[in-house]
């Protein structure tokens, strides 16, 4: 059975009204109330402004921290005493120029969960804030000693004090975010593999397939045809026509 651990307010930065809130329970998950009501539901996360963006101090010159989630956030304000905010959603967020508005003239400090979906997330905000910090600055922590998908809240457990989040701050390994992108595999000495076509030359089978043009040439209507086909399993196709089983 759920048990609720945690409640998570999202306020109006401007207004200091309450919008809405999150519910932690454990097992893990979550579920959202719109501010004057019992019931979840009913919240669009991307209407929402950054939690903790009420609690940012008005020194511009203050570092703020940027977390994946509400926990970690509470955790860094708690016990380290710094500003720390979050998107309303996960690490498939996609944040919106109003949320990071906030944000401008501030110098933000990213710190991604250590796992791909965090990067990924942090690798996003760092390309949308590039054009909203202005005079501020974007920097990185990422420590060495975080289990894999281990957030602040983790590294805090493990006793860490103001002192090596100076250095962490300080050692700013943004080549995290920018220069993990691309695996590089080395193909000499591989052994080549059939390919296994769906169509024959064209569309192979478990690989990915781009589909290419100009608007109005027909993309659209090709895949339907391809699905067609594969449905019914005749490949009445003008190139190798065949029949197989329906897939």
Not at 49 to 54: F, Q
Not at 158 to 185: C, F, K, M, W
Not at 208 to 237: R, Y
Request: aromatic share 10%; proline share 9%; glycine share 8%.
């Amino acid at each position: 059975m759920s048990e609720e651990v945690a409640r998570y307010a999202y306020v109006d930065p401007e207004t200091g009204e309450l919008l809405a809130y999150k519910v932690r329970y454990e097992p893990k998950s979550f579920e959202w109330f719109a501010a004057d009501s019992d019931q979840p539901g009913g919240v669009v996360e991307r209407d929402l402004p950054l939690y903790g963006v009420h609690k940012l101090p008005k020194n511009l010159h203050k570092a703020v921290f940027f977390v994946e989630g509400e926990k970690a956030a509470d955790a860094l304000r708690k016990k380290m005493h710094i500003p720390a905010v979050c998107l309303p959603g996960g690490a498939g967020t996609r944040p919106t120029t109003r949320q990071l508005l906030p944000l401008k003239g501030r110098t933000v400090v990213l710190w991604p969960d250590k796992d791909s979906p965090g990067r990924a997330l942090m690798r996003r905000l760092y390309e949308k804030l590039q054009r909203i910090v202005g005079d501020g600055e974007i920097r990185c922590i990422y420590p060495e000693d975080v289990p894999g998908k281990g957030d602040p809240f983790d590294w805090l457990q493990l006793g860490h004090t103001r002192e090596d989040l100076r250095a962490e701050y300080d050692r700013n390994p943004v080549s995290t975010l920018l220069g993990r992108q691309i695996t590089v595999i080395e193909l000499a000495g591989r052994t080549p593999v059939e390919i296994d076509w769906l169509l024959d030359p064209y569309v192979p089978r478990k690989m990915l397939t781009l589909f290419e043009g100009p608007k109005g040439t027909g993309k659209t209507w090709l895949l339907l045809k391809i699905a067609t086909m594969i449905s019914t399993g005749d490949f009445n196709f003008p190139v190798n026509p065949y029949e197989t089983k329906p897939a």
